[in-house]
T-cell receptor, first 113, second 115 residues
């Protein structure tokens, strides 16, 4: 069965600093991996998605994530944080059969000026 | 193109009351989903549908029922609301080709408070 662990329920950075949000997954088969973002009082929207085509995945708003099979990780990064990046971020994993999507518990990103 | 819309945005219920949450999508998606979001729990799947007239249970289906009479609509019902059902409910939809591997498009959510 698939599972997702997001390390750190809350991450705080200064504007312009590196953003690193951690996600580790458990899957017995090659997974599909997602990062979704939820801005305050809104629904989730897709940031980026890993489908085995390339290990480094670029998403919207300058975010990217690298799939590392040996570490079972899919960490989300952005070189320079912006105030508008403050939101909750969810990592999710789906199995090859496409019969389930499991979300992590989420990481709240705060950005200070 | 409105995407995924949810009605109502906010509702307060008393224990034992019933209500229906409506989800509508205009993207012609086959798959639709209902999730609940609770603090520190992420999103948990309640029920989902892979097409008109079909529904299936997710991770936390107890206390909820669903119907998909039209392709564009997915209804979530609470027959007898309980305080444990206080939550934010999200509807989502996706294309059928990859099932849960496809990008899901989410509505803005419905906040439900059960007293």
């Amino acid at each position: 069965a698939q599972s997702v662990t997001q390390l750190g329920s809350h991450v705080s950075v200064s504007e312009g600093a590196l953003v690193l949000l951690r996600c580790n997954y458990s899957s017995s088969v090659p997974p599909y991996l997602f990062w979704y973002v939820q801005y305050p009082n809104q629904g989730l929207q897709l940031l980026l998605k890993y489908t085995s085509a390339a290990t480094l995945v670029k998403g919207i708003n300058g975010f990217e994530a690298e799939f590392k099979k040996s570490e079972t990780s899919f960490h989300l990064t952005k070189p320079s944080a912006h105030m508008s990046d403050a939101a909750e971020y969810f990592c999710a994993v789906s199995n090859q059969a496409g019969t389930a999507l499991i979300f992590g518990k989420g990481t709240t990103l705060s950005v200070s000026s | 193109n409105a995407g995924v819309t949810q009605t109502p945005k906010f509702r307060v219920l008393k224990t034992g009351q019933s209500m229906t949450l409506l989800c509508a999508q205009d993207m012609n998606h086959e798959y639709m989903y209902w999730y609940r979001q609770d603090p520190g729990m992420g999103l948990r799947l309640i029920h989902y549908s892979v097409g008109e007239g079909t529904t299936a249970k997710g991770e936390v289906p107890d206390g909820y029922n669903v119907s998909r009479l039209k392709k564009q609509n997915f209804l979530l019902g609470l027959e007898s609301a309980a305080p444990s059902q206080t939550s934010v409910y999200f509807c989502a939809s996706s294309k059928p080709s990859g099932g849960f591997q496809e990008t899901q498009y989410f509505g803005p959510g419905t906040r439900l408070l059960v007293l």
